[in-house]
T-cell receptor, first 115, second 109 residues
Framework: GAVVSQHPSRVICKSGTSVKIECRSL??????MFWYRQFPKQSLMLMAT?????????EQGVEKDKFLINHASLTLSTLTVTSAHPEDSSFYIC???????????FGDGTRLSIL | GIQVEQSPPDLILQEGANSTLRCNFS?????LQWFHQNPWGQLINLFY???GTKQNGRLSATTVATERYSLLYISSSQTTDSGVYFC???????????FGSGTRLQVQP
């Protein structure tokens, strides 16, 4: 149980393209999902907390107009990287939690490469 | 925010050896998880252990919440154990995880 599906797993696109990444909780409802980013040889850093039916909460330094997050249902959150540039190339990974005092379950991540 | 420190940063073992990875955190936590990140980037959830001791096969973990540390034990290591091990915590009042910098483990045949 507690499976999180993330698509696509890999994206290669040209600079200026917008890219949408989906995160789905397959067998549970998640009122809160999280988006993390990982640069090569580094740890994971929280980008934003996504709450179903409300605006996402972004970490300091993360541009909310560039990284659009939508959490339209209890099983789906999307991250859209708008007008992506090479510096946005990174590994993006989402997680979901069934409730307080429960573990977070992670998707398999999306490797984004902007040429 | 909460600080998470992992040690050692790098570890090289011969197959069959045992090891202990440590995670120190700076504040009270309501969530602590250990992950193994494989070469493809997948985060494998090893333990959800905000306190106490758990075992799963060759792996075990102990969290002493009052002293703000957690330990991950790997026994009889195998080459497939290679990768990066992360400790991640969330402090009280916050659900998002803060990750440590990781321990990069290489198990040689």
């Amino acid at each position: 149980g507690a499976v999180v599906s993330q698509h696509p797993s890999r994206v290669i696109c040209k600079s200026g393209t917008s890219v949408k990444i989906e995160c789905r909780s397959l067998d549970f409802q998640a009122t809160t999902m999280f988006w993390y980013r990982q640069f090569p040889k580094q740890s994971l850093m929280l980008m934003a907390t996504s709450n179903e039916g409300s605006k996402a909460t972004y970490e300091q330094g993360v541009e909310k107009d560039k990284f659009l997050i939508n959490h339209a249902s209890l099983t789906l959150s999307t991250l859209t990287v708008t007008s992506a540039h090479p510096e946005d190339s990174s590994f993006y990974i989402c997680s979901a939690q069934t409730g307080d005092f429960q573990p977070q379950h992670f998707g398999d991540g999306t490797r984004l490469s902007i040429l | 925010g909460i600080q998470v420190e992992q040690s050692p940063p790098d570890l090289i073992l011969q197959e069959g050896a045992n090891s202990t990875l440590r995670c120190n955190f700076s504040d009270s936590v309501n969530n602590l998880q250990w992950f193994h990140q494989n070469p493809w980037g997948q985060l494998i959830n090893l333990f959800y252990i905000p306190s106490g001791t758990k075992q799963n096969g060759r792996l075990s973990a102990t969290t002493v919440a009052t002293e703000r540390y957690s330990l991950l034990y790997i026994s009889s290591s195998q080459t497939t154990d290679s990768g990066v091990y992360f400790c991640a915590v969330s402090d009280t009042g916050r659900r998002a995880l803060t990750f440590g910098s990781g321990t990069r483990l290489q198990v040689q045949p």
